[in-house]
């Protein structure tokens, strides 16, 4: 039974608000998504990675047979496509490089981001209980002077 049950008898409405039961002590415990995010950025990089070294691989795959080509047919072509291919797969090389570097990047940004700091801290409790707890703790203090 919610708590708008009287005012909506009253108006003949009904309520469109949904009261959800919280866990203990009103808190609302939030999922932290961060290790998806750390697996799926493995995962593309894994990805991106493989199909780099394929293209790499098909890349010097089609130089080696231009360059036959080329050498056969001594067609000025020939040689200009054979120099787009070199182009390309150096190209890729580089794009692999690149892809390493950003993986550390990140790498670095996330040892750099462990810190946690709590700025605002909430007491949940009485006031009596945090009277009793400013005075426990002063008593200690006092303590161990």
Known sequence: MSSYDPIDEALNTTSAIEVSNTPENGCITRKDSTKNITDDVEKDYEYTRANLYSLIEKGQESLNGIMELAGESASPRAYEVAGQI????????????????????????????????????????????????????????????
């Open 86 to 145: 070199i182009k390309s797969v150096a190209d890729t090389t580089d794009k692999l490089m690149e892809l390493q570097k950003k993986v550390k990047e990140v790498d670095e940004e996330k040892a750099n981001t462990t810190n946690n700091v709590t700025n605002n801290a909430v007491f949940v409790g009485s006031t009596s209980d945090l009277s009793k707890m400013i005075k426990q703790q002063f008593l200690n203090n006092s303590n161990k002077e």
